[in-house]
Nanobody, 126 residues
Framework: QVQVVESGGGLVQAGGSLRLSCTAS????????MGWFRQAPGKEREGVSY????????YYADSVKGRFTISRDNAKNTLYLQMNSLKPEDTAMYYC???????????????????WGQGTQVTVSS
């Protein structure tokens, strides 16, 4: 049984930092490209960042470029999202997702991902 679990969310003041982690059981993350998505109440799910299986390529939403960094440690079967200079508009539930086969140019298409975690809440106060 596959289980994807995010952690590291919480409440932080604007300008602060958080580091999200994503681990998986029953799933070898090195075999998957990985993405981070977020969804705020009343808004659509949006792609935040993406990393290829090797970690060689990374992509970001314009809204987080220069502030967020995605990385992975395949030896630990873990994905990370370092979030700096957080803004109140970053407040959302953050999800980790795994994509077995797909086009990196369409990494924001959430329905191309095979496995999802339950999410971790990030709240940024002003």
């Amino acid at each position: 049984q596959v289980q994807v679990v995010e952690s590291g969310g919480g409440l932080v003041q604007a300008g602060g930092s958080l580091r999200l982690s994503c681990t998986a059981s029953g799933l070898s993350l090195p075999d998957y490209a990985m993405g981070w998505f977020r969804q705020a109440p009343g808004k659509e799910r949006e792609g935040v960042s993406y990393i290829t299986w090797s970690g060689a390529r990374t992509y970001y939403a314009d809204s987080v470029k220069g502030r967020f960094t995605i990385s992975r440690d395949n030896a630990k079967n873990t994905l990370y999202l370092q979030m700096n200079s957080l803004k109140p508009e970053d407040t959302a539930m953050y999800y980790c997702a795994a994509m077995r086969w797909g086009d990196y140019r369409k990494w924001t298409r959430w329905n191309d991902y095979n496995y999802w975690g339950q999410g971790t809440q990030v709240t940024v106060s002003s």
